[in-house]
């Protein structure tokens, strides 16, 4: 099981980028996919999950209706869609992935739930 994240890099307040998690060894239809974030000094933070079983969709209350996640099982990759970005978001932000057999929902709000990840990709939010 492996999974990259790609497609950080320095934006301006109010831009958007978009996050891919690739992933390989395994297919993503079965697990659940968790985005995660750090930020400098700061313990790393929970941001976004979609479930491996019925697509289910939660994000943290700092980035509703900012950002977006979605996958494409054809390219074996799930999205993050970031919008509106704000200085706050700066981070380096890293994918997971929990299955195939996944913890309940409410568990993938915790790291701890993913026994798999990938390196992270930063996010640089700045003027």
């Known amino acids: 099981v492996q999974l990259q994240a790609s497609g950080g890099g320095l934006v301006q307040p109010g831009g958007s980028l978009r996050l891919s998690c690739a992933a390989s060894g395994f297919t993503l239809d079965y697990y659940a996919i968790g985005w995660f974030r750090q930020a400098p000094g700061k313990e790393r933070e929970w941001v976004s999950y979609i479930s491996g079983s019925d697509g289910t969709k939660k994000y943290a209350d700092s980035v509703k209706g900012r950002f977006t996640i979605s996958r494409d099982n054809a390219k074996n990759t799930v999205y993050l869609q970031m919008n509106n970005l704000k200085p706050e978001d700066t981070a380096v932000y890293f994918c997971?992935?929990?299955?195939?057999?996944?913890?309940?929902?409410?568990?993938?709000?915790?790291?701890?739930?993913?026994?798999?990840w990938g390196p992270g990709t930063e996010v640089t939010v700045s003027s």
């Open positions: 997971a992935a929990a299955g195939p057999n996944t913890p309940i929902l409410s568990a993938l709000r915790l790291s701890t739930s993913y026994p798999y």
